[in-house]
């Protein structure tokens, strides 16, 4: 099965600055990758999705790129602010083919921007 | 916007009672998720379904059950909950894509306590 790995539990920042969060998979590629963001006590909310013949994706100050040969996706929150606060899990979708609908879940990195 | 509800975002249960939590979305998605997450251990599956009438288990989906009457609920049931229940419970749901996974919308969670 899958593994995914994001690189730390934590990750503290001073505000201004990029936040640089990472997400390592193991095993298949899969086919896109998506980065959801999640506030204490709340679901999580989608962000970004990022195919695996692209190799960045941008919405505002946010940017992913995807490198399929490092099996690894980075997740940049440029310019961050104290709001940027919260856990950020990265999720891929199934192996091709599978005819499942689920996708896997990295236990998320929890990002703090301090004033 | 897609809307995901959930019944309750608190509650308390005994020991041995039996517990349903209802989930309603409201974009006529095919698919929906039970999940739980706890410290540590992130979002792990117990359920899903991909149509009416139609469930599969997830990685945990011992100690529950799920309907799915209509397209637009999906309930969770803890048949005789035990206090390794306690824990975030989300509700998410996604459009079918055929041929790949979508996006997934989730429900603001409900946090339950197993006494």
């Known amino acids: 099965s899958q593994k995914i790995e994001q690189n730390s539990e934590a990750l503290n920042i001073q505000e201004g600055k990029t936040a640089t969060l990472t997400c390592n998979y193991t095993n298949y590629s899969p086919a896109y990758l998506q980065w959801y963001r999640q506030d204490p006590g709340r679901g999580p909310v989608f962000l970004l999705l990022i195919r695996e013949n692209e190799k960045e994706k941008r919405k505002e100050r946010l940017k992913v790129t995807f490198d399929t040969t490092l099996k690894q996706s980075l997740f940049h929150i440029t310019a961050s602010q104290p709001a940027d606060s919260a856990t950020y899990l990265c999720?891929?979708?199934?192996?091709?083919?599978?005819?499942?609908?689920?996708?896997?879940f990295g236990k998320g990195t929890k990002l703090s921007v301090i004033p | 916007d897609v809307k995901v509800t959930q019944s309750s975002r608190y509650l308390v249960k005994r020991t041995g009672e039996k517990v349903f939590l209802e989930c309603v979305q409201d974009m006529d998605h095919e698919n929906m998720f039970w999940y739980r997450q706890d410290p540590g251990l992130g979002l792990r599956l117990i359920y899903f379904s991909y149509d009416v009438k139609m469930k599969e288990k997830g990685d945990i989906p011992e100690g529950y059950s799920v309907s799915r009457e209509k397209k637009e609920r999906f309930s969770l049931i803890l048949e005789s909950a035990s206090t390794n229940q306690t824990s975030m419970y989300l509700c998410?749901?996604?459009?079918?894509?055929?041929?790949?996974?979508?996006?997934?919308?989730f429900g603001p969670g409900t946090r339950l306590t197993v006494l």
């Open positions: 999720a891929l979708d199934p192996p091709s083919g599978a005819g499942s609908y689920q996708l896997t």
């Open positions: 998410a749901s996604s459009l079918e894509t055929s041929g790949s996974t979508d996006t997934q919308y």
